[in-house]
């Protein structure tokens, strides 16, 4: 366990609360949304897949929906958590394609990229 998961903030500034285990989800696969200097990608947001997000990371070259079993990967589908890289996240909110965030399982870090208001929009229920 890396030394700030037992303590990590979400962007609500309470205890950061697991994003997803089935498929285990996280930078450390952990089933959260911790990060820390080695994260270039900053995976921070917690959200729930949708088939329209899928597509939209295809495209712009990151293919999460697809199995890669030599990196234990399952493919993920419609309803699965993630924790996705902030500027991916943002990115698709610009482009009207992002999935909805479960605020309390989204790490604080989060805020370094995104507003909380704008992370609220898409909120759903821990």
Known sequence: ?????????NV??????????APMTGFFRDGCCNTSEEDHGIHTVCAEMTEEFLE??????????????E???PGLKPGDRWCLCAARWAEAADAGKA????????????????????????????
Request: aromatic share 6%.
């Open 99 to 126: 999935p909805r965030v479960v605020l309390e399982a989204t790490h604080a870090r989060t805020l370094e990229l995104v507003t909380l208001a704008h992370l609220r929009r898409f909120a759903i229920p821990g």
């Open 1 to 9: 366990m890396h030394p700030e998961q037992g303590h990590a903030k």
């Open 56 to 69: 939209f990371s295809k495209e712009a070259g990151n293919d999460l929906s697809t199995p890669r079993p």
């Open 71 to 73: 990196f234990a990967f």
């Open 12 to 21: 609500l500034g309470t205890a950061l609360m697991p994003c997803g285990t």
